[in-house]
Structure formats: C-alpha cells, structure tokens
C-alpha cells in the first residue's frame, strides 16, 4: 500500500453495494421476475370477477399483451443488453442509458394499466417508446463490428410493429388484429428461440459434458437446421393469413418432427443431475411438444389439445426465460453456474404450472377453474422463489469485485 505525502496510510476505495444499473441484465431481470409474479394473480383476479380492463377486447387480450409485451420484452431487452457487449467486445450498457430504458418499460407498463383515465395517443406513446430506444443503444455496436447478430435489431423492430397494430386494434375495437398482432408476437418468440435457444442449449450442453470428462458427441445437421427455421418462420407467415387452417396444422406437424429430432441430437438425457442444464433442455421439449399438440388440434379437432397456445407461453417462453436468467445472473456476477435448490424448485414449479394449464382441463374436465388457479399459483410461486434468490444477485456487486 502506497503512503500518502502526509505520511497517512489512504483508505480502501469504499466498496459498492448498489450495483443495479451496472449491467444491462440487472434491472430487466429483476423487472421480469417482478412482472411474472404480479401478472399472473392480476389476471386470475379479473378471471374470476369478469373484468374488462381493454374496453372493447375480450379480457383475455390484456392477460396476452402484458405476457408478451411487459415480461417477454424485458427479458428480451436484458438478454441483449447484456448478451451485446459480449457478442461485439463493446463496453457493457449501464448509467444513465440503462436508467431511460427501465423507466420507458415502467411507463410503458403504468400506460397499459390506467388506459381509458389519460388521452390514448399518450398511452400509446408511452408504451411504443422502450423497443426503438433498445435499437437505438444496439445498433451502433451491432454495426460497428458487422455482428452476425445484427439481425436480431429487425426482431425487435417486428415485435415493436406488432405492439403498434395491437393498439391500433385496441383503439378500433378489432379482435382480428388484435388476435393476428398477439399471435405474430408469439411465433416471433418461438423463432427467436429457434434460433438463439439452437445456439445455447447445445453449446452449454457440451461445455457441461467437456467438463465432465464425457466424450459424448452432439448431433448437428445443416439441413435440419435450416429446415427447423424455416418451418418456424413458414408458420408465423401462414398463421396471418390462415390462422387456425389445417394446411397451419399440417405444417405444424412437420415442424414439430424436425424440431423433436434437432432436439434428439442434443443429449438432454446426459443433462440429468444438473438442473440448470436440463431446464434448458425441458424449456426447449415443449416447442415440438406444443406444435405436434397445435397439429392434433388444427387437423383432428382434438379436443385435449386446446390449449397447446400454452405450451408455447407456459411452457416454452417462461421456462426458457426462467432458465436463461437464472444462467446468465451467475455467469455474469462472478458466481459459479450451479442453482441453489430453491431455483430447481422453481424450475420444476414452473413446469408443473404449463403442465397443469396445457392439460387439466382434459383431465378434469369438471375442475377447470380449479386447474387454472392452481397452475397460476405454481407461476407465481416459481417467481417468487427467483425473486427471493436471484434480486440480491441482481442488485448487489460482482462476488470477484470486477465491474458489470
């Protein structure tokens, strides 16, 4: 230790114990969890009371729009903030950007919530601001260093149309639009997680399986990979057009086949023992599990099969979510990549949750509303338990003192 002129000893730098807006997977995955666990209840609420927060569109389509456009898009924004700077060597986004960008979600999310008691075009300003911010922060680096990721910024651009057409159907009172933008914003998801969930889950299964000293190889092909993707895309593009046709089961069918066999090739059955490698895998499962359940519906009418909509959203959007934020806090905080197991718990809540949603209804018949509940209540506990382990995480500093 140096020795000050004075001939003092100087103090330690003091050490930082706020660190929220350090990185940009701090606040939105804080934001995420937060939202998961509010929305589900508010929603089981105006279920059960028959409230009709969007005026003119069935309550349903308030349940929808806050899933995609206030949980997913933060975690979206978080995964990009942070997987970015990585991708390009770019210095991490924190400060005063990351601050507008999380104060544009909550505004976003305070429009949607008190709609009918401010003009509309306000409303609407206010939720369509956080998407072309988050392009705007992305960009330049993307740019800069000509990223194979660059394309990522046009899906982000999509969703943000999709959001525009939905308050526009909201405004209008047109349940068509508001349906087509809804499910567009989903199968964009299903994309995204075709595309970057086909990069993750095998690379992290076979860093695991390294590690282990297991010499078991992946199976990758190129002809299944570009037909995985562009069966995906081929169903977004058809369900605007002819949603709900048997020729959108028919390709559904087909998706789901090449999806189960890319899955096939990525050893989940080796990922046992280590939940946060086979959560990946389980997320990952209910993609061709709901598109073989939306062909049974579509081409056979069956009925057991209504709800594969919630095998998307339960089951493959939230557990993937989950799975990836619980990864990637660890990782990026200094920490050893091993939950704790109140996160497998959470985990296997989670799965419960979209088991019991996609399926109680066909079991029991009877206790639907009993089966909703209980699957809203295996939701929110798996975000309460995130909440309690991962916010200290996410607020407090790097456990090896390195910035982010």
Known sequence: MTVAPDGTQPRDPPVRRFALFDYGFRPFFLLAGLYAAAIVPAWLYLFAHRSVPFGALPAMYWHSH??????????????LLTAVPSWTGARGFAGWPLITLVALWIAGRLAMATLGHVPFVVSAVAELALLPALIVLLAPPLLRSQNRNTPLLAVVAVLW???????????SGDIALADG????????????????????VPSFTANALRRRG???????????????IASMIAIALLDLFRPNSRLSGALAALAAIAQAARLSGWRSFRTRGESILWVLHVAYAWLPLGLALKACWLLFDAGWAIKWLHAFTVGLIATMILAVMTRASLGHT??????????TIAYVLLTLAALLRVFGGAVAPGAYLPAVTLAGLA????????????????????????PG
Do not use: C, Q
């Open 181 to 200: 933008a809804i499910r567009f914003a989903i199968n964009l998801a299903l994309i995204l997680i075709t595309v970057v969930g086909g990069r993750i």
């Open 334 to 343: 200094g920490r050893p990549l091993a939950v704790s197991p109140a996160i």
């Open 214 to 228: 297991d010499e078991v190889e992946l199976v990758s092909r190129t002809w299944l990979e570009t037909l995985v």
């Open 379 to 402: 939701w929110t506990m798996a975000f309460l338990i995130y909440l309690i382990v991962y916010a200290p995480i996410l607020i407090g500093p790097r456990v090896d003192g390195k």
């Open 66 to 79: 806050e899933l995609v456009y206030g949980f997913v898009a933060a975690a979206i924004a978080g995964f």
């Open 161 to 171: 149309l999709t959001d525009a057409a939905f308050l526009l159907a909201l405004r």
